[in-house]
């Protein structure tokens, strides 16, 4: 990799000379002053990297200067090219078969009984639409499919619809989705003229779990296969390479899975910075599981070559698993409007109908799949991207009454949203939960009253680039059993801040000094807005050790429960994301360029 001049994603008048991984400022506008001075995490970041490589070097030394993860792999195709583009003409308004800008052919709901603005429901005739289009995929006589919704309502659960569902029968439940199974298959509207409209709530597959409804679409599927064991030790970040038992079974192309669930107790305090495991947190006692998602490039013997950087320590000694991952690949969601008949003051987990009853889309062991150009109105659980990978969300929005959640990373690896708004103020704004790992939300903006979601069951290594919004604690989420909310990696990059938890003047708590509340020493850069400062690690010590005067031999430090760089203002790069990307690329991708 040749650099010579970065741009850094942050203007054109702007330019900062990369030579030999040092830094010079001779390039340095006037501007500098405005946008903040150039970061020193940053800076430690470029250090810590190989030469002619964006991997960081294997012999790099850590200093008291926190090195973040290199997060520019993150998103469709690894953010290297854009997301599909539909020829608009073509598909919503000619009534040709094929699109010319995918060749994909669209098969237009109306075709199957859908009748928009009828007053009547057209879930029916969708099923329909999708199983002959599923059926053309099957038989090879389609290279994709554009399941066009033409402009008008179409109304996508009834009270019709929900007489159907036997509450005693499982399959009957899960029947309450529509679903799509297979890969290159988009789902299409006409903007802000096609409006899919949800009249009722869905039920629970069970009742005591108030998250078990299903969502309106469930897009995706996958299976895994166990193929053998990772035998030799990589350190995170450094490698793009495994050393595993067995490679029969897989091939170039192949998407695999990587897992292991650690009991040993020093590793598990690794992801714990200065703190100790509490009894509490009962998961976390019993495992810590780390989990990735790659794409195989190459097969040299038991050596795979990936796409992606391994981002975890691995140690052959916690018993790491390789399995073989199938995905449902290239499924997208466009120029649509949802919108649901939520209308009640939401009370967090009041019942399920509360918490997920008017659920629209979730899109599930895909890999390279996309939302774009999407509201979502009325709503209690808008978008969950779970056990997905290098997937993108891009331009969406939130509005309506408030609800539950409305944007969720769940167990995925490498994907990021762009441009997203929650103006509905659900109670948890777009976040990462559950095993999810280097993730990245890039310009999220949020109600004032709410704060990022860090929803708890061991995400790691994740980020909050350029968002804008509220501190407010009480929407963090997650049970008790499953803290911390974020293990070790979080980063916030220049975040504005537009409310803090209660005033100014008191200090925000990472470690709160209650049942709820753990996010492991997160790297806070370039934090600006309303003024907010940290509160020390002491002050979490004189909490617990009241409480678990067991866990801690020696006193904590009176320092900041975060790496905090530049409080107040800032920094250069305006946004980390796009200053990695284009380090590995050389250059910022085009489509990139106005971020």
């Not at 996508?156 to 009957?172: G, L, Q, R, T």
């Not at 989705?177 to 709530?201: A, H, K």
């Not at 790297?523 to 807005?529: E, L, M, Q, S, W």
Request: hydrophobic share 35%; aromatic share 10%.
């Amino acid at each position: 990799m040749k650099l010579n001049i970065l741009s850094l994603a942050i203007s054109s008048s702007l330019m900062i000379s990369l030579c030999s991984h040092s830094v010079a400022s001779a390039h340095l506008s006037d501007s500098t002053s405005k946008t903040g001075s150039l970061s020193s995490t940053w800076q430690a970041w470029v250090d810590s990297r190989a030469p002619d490589s964006d991997l960081m070097a294997s012999d790099f030394s850590h200093s008291s200067q926190p090195v973040v993860t290199n997060f520019s792999y993150a998103g469709y195709r690894q953010s290297e090219q854009p997301l599909p583009t539909l020829n608009n003409a073509f598909s919503c308004s000619s009534g040709a078969a094929i699109d010319p800008a995918t060749g994909y052919t669209i098969f237009n709901v109306t075709e199957y009984g859908a009748i928009p603005n009828d007053g009547k429901s057209d879930k029916a005739a969708v099923h329909d639409a999708i199983t002959v289009a599923e059926k053309a995929i099957q038989k090879g006589s389609v290279k994709g499919v554009v399941l066009l919704f033409p402009a008008g309502r179409f109304r996508m659960n009834e009270a019709s619809d929900m007489a159907k569902i036997d509450p005693d029968s499982k399959e009957s439940l899960a029947s309450q989705s529509i679903t799509v199974t297979e890969s290159n298959f988009i789902l299409r509207g006409c903007g802000s003229e096609t409006e899919l409209y949800m009249d009722q709530p869905h039920l629970p597959m069970d009742p005591k779990k108030l998250y078990s409804i299903p969502r309106l679409f469930s897009l995706g599927e996958g299976s895994r296969e166990k193929i053998g064991a990772i035998t030799q030790p990589v350190k995170g970040g450094t490698s793009m390479q495994l050393q595993v038992s067995e490679t029969k079974g897989i091939q170039q192309g192949d998407w695999i899975e990587i897992f292991a669930k650690v009991t040993n107790p020093d590793r598990i305090q690794e992801q714990m910075g200065p703190y100790r495991v509490e009894p509490s947190m009962k998961k976390l006692k019993q495992g810590l599981e780390l989990r990735e998602i790659h794409q195989i490039t190459a097969i040299n013997g038991k050596t795979l070559t990936l796409a992606a950087p391994v981002q975890v320590d691995i140690h052959p000694e916690d018993t790491w698993t390789l399995y073989r991952s199938e995905r449902t690949e290239e499924i997208g969601v466009e120029d649509l409007a949802f919108r649901g008949n939520w209308k009640e003051k939401f009370k967090h987990h009041k019942s399920a109908i509360h918490d997920s009853g008017w659920g629209f889309v979730t899109i599930r062991k895909s890999a390279n799949s996309w939302v774009k150009n999407v509201t979502f109105t009325d709503f209690n659980q808008g978008l969950q991207l779970t056990d997905t990978v290098n997937s993108t969300v891009m331009d969406i929005s939130f509005h309506g009454n408030p609800g539950h959640l409305s944007l969720q990373f769940q167990r995925s690896f490498n994907n990021l949203s762009m441009n997203v708004r929650d103006e509905a103020n659900t109670w948890h704004s777009p976040g990462f939960s559950h095993f999810s790992s280097s993730n990245v939300h890039l310009n999220t903006w949020y109600s004032s009253t709410s704060s990022p979601d860090l929803h708890a069951a061991q995400p790691r290594i994740n980020m909050f680039d350029r968002m804008t919004g509220g501190w407010i604690y009480g929407r963090w989420g997650g049970a008790t059993v499953n803290q911390p909310n974020h293990l070790e990696g979080l980063v916030f990059w220049n975040p504005e801040n537009t409310a803090v938890a209660y005033s100014s003047d008191e200090p925000y708590e990472f470690m709160r000094p209650s049942a709820f509340g753990r996010m492991i020493m997160p790297v806070v850069v370039g934090i600006h807005g309303n003024p907010v400062h940290f509160a020390s690690q002491q002050d979490y010590y004189q909490y617990i050790n009241r409480k678990e005067p067991q866990l801690y031999k020696d006193a904590l430090p009176d320092e900041p429960q975060a790496y905090v760089e530049s409080n107040g203002q800032p920094v250069l790069p305006g946004s980390l994301f796009l200053a990695q990307l284009e380090y590995r690329l050389g250059a910022l991708p085009n489509w990139l360029k106005d971020l």
